[in-house]
Structures are given as structure tokens and as C-alpha cells.
């Protein structure tokens, strides 16, 4: 049981920037098979922050730009740094053969300094994810939870489905955690029963638990995917661009015929 509480203690930390008290055990090896219950406590976190602006008559728009904001904040911008340098190294023009392109690419995005592109694809993402956000005006809190916990499953699906592309790096020790698709099951099967639960609570209709789920499984897919396409395989900031990317569109997906 402490090696159970000590490896979720390890995802929070890593994760996010809660704040783990010293005296907490800690236990890193594991991490990657909590993520998306780390996206159900950071979803829980910004839905509360929402439902608190909201009585507050904050207005929607800068109610989701808060809440956004938040999230970032939560997570220390983890994930967002993927999608900077991975939209950087994505811009390199393909030049050569398939695999010098690919080098090159995975070159630039080992550069710290975020570059033109990382930049303009920072400034879309969050431009996309306030403004959808936005436009959603009902049952928020679910929608916060299911997309933090979907984009993070997606990264799970991207660790065990493809190969890590460096020979160190923080990734190493996920794909050790998640050396197969089998390992993705139990997140899927607990977000499968948790999300029945809440719709026979009422927390949730079934409509929109609908929607977050076959969003989340085809976006998560689909993004992970394009990344594996352009670069041969994945790297620790293609996992942090897949759980941006994910929550984004599927925010975008669930204004659809509002």
C-alpha cells in the first residue's frame, strides 16, 4: 500500500505543481500509468475554479480565460512547453532523406529557446481552448474533467503505441511503465465505470458523456498519430503536445450544433 500511495504521489508531483508535503513518500517509476487520474484531479481543481467565477457572475468569456489560465498554472506549463518545442521542430522544412528531416526536427526541439512557431501555435492553442470553452455554457464541470482526463489518456496511448525516439530522456522511464497497449485497459475501463457512475448520479447526461467519450478516444488516437507520422515515433514533448492538443479539439468538438 506505501508503494501504491508513494507512485501516485510521484505522478502528482511530476505532473503538477501541487504542492506534496516532504514527509509524503515518493515513488517516480510508475507515473505514467497515473496520468489520467492526475487529469481528473487538475479537471476537478479548474471545474471548481469555474464554478466559483461562475457564482461570482464572472462572464463566460473571462470565467473560461481564468480557468484556462489556471490550468496552465496547475501544471507548471508542462505540456504547453510540448507543444511549443514540438511545433518548432515540426516547422523545420523536410530536406534530404526521411530520416535526416526527422533528426533535424527532433535537433530543434531538444533547443530550449522557444522559437517563432512555438510560439504562434502556444497563442492558437490557447486562443482555441478559451474561445470554445466559452461557447460551452452547460455541464462545464464534466466537460472540464473529461477533457483533462481524455488528453492524458491520450498520452498514455501515445507512450505504449510507439516508439520513444530518444535514447535518454524523460520518456524512457514511461514506455518502461507502459511497455504495451494492454497497459492503457485499466484507465480505460476505470474511466468507462466512473463515467456510468456519474451519469446515474445525474452529474453527467448521457448525451454529452457520449460526445467526451468518442471524442476522446478518436482525438487522442488521431493527434498521437500525426505526431508519430511526422517524427517516426515520440518524444516527451510530443507526449505534452498530444494532451494539449487533445483537450483543445475536443473543446472545439463539443461546440459542435450548440
Request: with cysteine; charged share 10%.
Amino acid at each position: 500500500m506505501k508503494r501504491f500511495w508513494a507512485s501516485w504521489n510521484g505522478a502528482l508531483m511530476f505532473y503538477t505543481c501541487l504542492p506534496i508535503p516532504q514527509s509524503w513518500p515518493l515513488e517516480f517509476r510508475y507515473v505514467a500509468r497515473w496520468v489520467p487520474w492526475v487529469g481528473a484531479v487538475v479537471g476537478g481543481l479548474l471545474a471548481i475554479a469555474d464554478a466559483t467565477l461562475a457564482e461570482l457572475y464572472v462572464p463566460d468569456l473571462v470565467r473560461s480565460a481564468l480557468v484556462i489560465a489556471l490550468g496552465i498554472l496547475l501544471t507548471g506549463g508542462l505540456h504547453l512547453d510540448g507543444v511549443m518545442d514540438t511545433a518548432d521542430g515540426l516547422a523545420v522544412p523536410s530536406s534530404g532523406s526521411v530520416a535526416e528531416s526527422r533528426a533535424k526536427r527532433l535537433e530543434v526541439m531538444a533547443d530550449s529557446r522557444m522559437g517563432a512557431f512555438g510560439g504562434m501555435a502556444a497563442i492558437a492553442l490557447i486562443l482555441l481552448k478559451v474561445s470554445a470553452l466559452s461557447a460551452i455554457v452547460s455541464q462545464r464541470a464534466w466537460v472540464l474533467i473529461a477533457v483533462a482526463v481524455w488528453g492524458r489518456w491520450g498520452q498514455q496511448w501515445a507512450i505504449a503505441r510507439y516508439p520513444y525516439l530518444k535514447a535518454e530522456g524523460k520518456g524512457a522511464f514511461h514506455q518502461a511503465a507502459l511497455p504495451a497497449l494492454v497497459y492503457t485497459l485499466p484507465s480505460l475501463v476505470g474511466i468507462a465505470l466512473i463515467s456510468a457512475f456519474c451519469i446515474a448520479l445525474g452529474f453527467a447526461s448521457w448525451a454529452v458523456v457520449w460526445r467526451t467519450t468518442i471524442g476522446g478516444l478518436l482525438l487522442s488516437v488521431l493527434t498521437s498519430a500525426y505526431f508519430n507520422r511526422q517524427l517516426g515515433g515520440q518524444t516527451g514533448d510530443t507526449y505534452g503536445a498530444v494532451v494539449e492538443w487533445t483537450e483543445a479539439l475536443m473543446l472545439c468538438s463539443l461546440t459542435i450544433g450548440r
